[in-house]
């Protein structure tokens, strides 16, 4: 009985660590691209499905190169 649970644990376990490591790697793009690195990575990770393809839309190009 415990193990859908237990199931459901890992599975939101996963996905956070997922939605928080996403959150990084566009936070750090971001900032290399002179955007708010802070703001995107929040944004990210709150409403990942949303916020992914909205930020390859509207990404500036590098900064320096």
């Not at 928080?20 to 990575?41: E, P, S, Y």
């Amino acid at each position: 009985r415990a193990l859908p649970v237990i199931v459901a644990s890992i599975a939101i376990v996963i996905g956070l660590i997922v939605m928080t490591i996403v959150g990084v790697l566009i936070a750090k793009d971001a900032n290399r691209r002179g955007m708010n690195g802070l703001g995107w990575g929040i944004f990210t990770f709150l409403i990942c499905i949303v916020a992914v393809p909205i930020y390859l839309i509207v990404r500036k190009p590098v900064q320096g190169e």
